[in-house]
């Protein structure tokens, strides 16, 4: 509507309805065979709506200002060419190609793949915003094209394959060859993972190595006893060494000691992120690795030696290990050597993330323990036996510091019953997130958490899990927070007050029969009624 018209009033009382109302989600409009005013909102803004004297002035300047009521123009039956040229001074309201290209790639960020398709028919405008690459970010082959040669080929042949950027090569039903790989190679990727599902005995170790080489991300997961993909890797890296675009670099499960090392610090020497997950080297390749590799450069190294096999020489991870970022131990280290680690990471750290499953810790001095725990931002532990009660509550107490940089957090197995309330409740709010599994916690402890929630805190996430966890956060298996022990004494107002504040929530809600939820009516009730006004 034009605003100098006498229906600049609408926008006023409309104003009021949002801003003093908080009902946001509405839409009037005047049915023309009936002559009554139709309103579109949810069931919480149609009451507040119902109950103002706004209703009644928007309804009235609507039916009653007769001219004005002319100038509406309905697109129900005309096209919105049609209704522009009837009237052109509604162009701005109708026509969004009008909007800055910026404003519609920042809407355009929050669609997935399938939605950009089809805007990419909208028209030139659209199609020519939609068409950035930085949207199409992780778009990645379509899981029908692995069922069926045909399916294969017929996405290949359509323009929308030009987009891909992601790409997986594991479980198909066909198997690949060059001729597969040559429409690989016309792609612009920026990630390739390659996992040991695929079947790659036809295609040749040039033509891969040139489409991993083309990649900014490569991620290569192998079965250490069959070495499947040994040759090919000798290739990737050699090649590396030459040219390539290959920015960060993960091995999973690989074997790596027939690579000779020159070729693997050649290769490693331009990486800004390396990852190597329990993979088998030799010390000679890890010195060689560490001596070309950028100072800067993030590493994570993932070692299990819970199975007794010897697959990295831990000992010399004394010489490597200030330089690491990122590091996972499942097992039991050598004598001492859980104290070596302690002591150089207490005096120089670099890491984001530690994990250590299945570590005996007690003959770790509490404070040293708390101090390595919060110099990292993400910390996943499980202790083979109890930590002590003064290694808990001098971790905990370290995380309420100002100099703490922990922020997000996950425990399992662990009596955190021994830790006091207060202290176990100002230490979680503090962190981003914080979740465990089979820890034990008091009722008392689980009240002064979601008392403190309520009022403020830093939680983005709360939670717990089950089943074997993995490094990566979001590889958790994640149960709603409903599930956790004692949330059902939490006072209703103030459980709905806490779990408002947090970023994200999770209720399982008994989504399985084994795993009840613990809430009461009244509970989720409060929080969803919570969940209409500031959240």
Request: one cysteine or more.
């Amino acid at each position: 509507m034009n605003n100098n018209s006498s229906y600049g009033g609408l926008h006023v009382e409309a104003r009021i309805l949002v801003e003093e109302h908080q009902t946001p989600l509405l839409c009037f409009y005047l049915d023309k065979e009936s002559n009554e005013m139709k309103l579109i909102a949810d069931s919480e803004s149609q009451r507040k709506v119902k109950e103002s004297e706004q209703f009644e002035k928007l309804e009235f300047m609507l039916k009653c200002t007769l001219n004005e009521k002319k100038k509406l123009t309905f697109y129900d039956d005309c096209t919105l060419d049609q209704c522009n040229q009837q009237d052109p001074i509604l162009l701005p309201l109708v026509c969004y190609d009008r909007l800055p290209t910026e404003i519609l790639k920042a809407v355009f960020e929050f669609l997935g793949p399938e939605d950009l398709k089809t805007l990419l028919l909208v028209s030139k405008t659209w199609k020519s915003v939609a068409d950035n690459p930085l949207l199409w970010t992780g778009f990645g082959l379509p899981r029908k094209c692995r069922n069926s040669k045909e399916l294969f080929q017929e996405f290949f042949e359509g323009s929308l394959s030009l987009k891909l950027q992601y790409l997986e090569l594991g479980q198909f039903d066909f198997k690949f060859d060059d001729h597969y790989f040559e429409r690989f190679m016309a792609l612009s990727l920026s990630c390739i993972k390659i996992t040991t599902d695929i079947d790659l005995s036809n295609v040749s170790n040039e033509l891969l190595a040139t489409l991993v080489n083309n990649c900014k991300v490569c991620s290569i997961s192998d079965d250490r006893s069959q070495n499947k993909f040994g040759a090919h890797l000798e290739v990737i890296l050699k090649k590396m060494s030459m040219e390539t675009k290959i920015k960060s670099l993960q091995l999973e499960h690989m074997k790596l000691t027939s690579i000779p090392p020159d070729v693997l610090s050649e290769a490693c020497k331009n990486l800004t992120s390396i990852s190597f997950d329990y993979v088998e080297i030799s010390s000679d390749q890890i010195k060689a690795i560490f001596k070309s590799l950028k100072m800067d450069a993030n590493v994570l190294i993932k070692i299990d030696e819970s199975d007794g096999i010897n697959t990295f020489d831990i000992e010399r991870l004394d010489s490597i290990f200030d330089r690491l970022t990122g590091f996972s131990f499942y097992g039991e280290p050598l004598d001492g050597q859980l104290r070596r680690w302690m002591d150089i990471l207490d005096n120089s750290c670099k890491l984001k993330n530690l994990e250590l499953l299945e570590v005996d810790v007690r003959q770790i001095p509490p404070q040293l323990l708390a101090r390595v725990m919060t110099k990292v931002e993400r910390l996943n532990l499980s202790f083979s036996e109890g930590a002590s009660p003064q290694q808990l509550k001098e971790v905990f107490k370290r995380i309420v510091k100002s100099d703490s940089k922990v922020k997000h957090i996950e425990l399992d197995s662990m009596n955190l019953r021994l830790i006091s309330p207060e202290l176990f409740a100002e230490a979680v709010n503090k962190l981003e997130s914080f979740y465990y599994g089979s820890c034990k916690v008091s009722e008392s402890q689980v009240l002064e958490m979601f008392r403190i929630m309520s009022l403020g805190t830093n939680l983005k996430k709360l939670g717990t899990y089950y089943g074997d966890k993995e490094y990566e956060e979001t590889s958790l298996e994640t149960m709603g927070m409903d599930k956790m022990e004692h949330i059902e004494l939490v006072e209703p107002e103030i459980l709905a007050k806490a779990v408002n504040n947090l970023e994200s929530l999770q209720l399982d809600l008994g989504a399985s029969f084994e795993d009840k939820s613990r809430l009461t009516l009244t509970q989720l009730l409060a929080i969803v009624k919570q969940l209409n006004s500031k959240t």
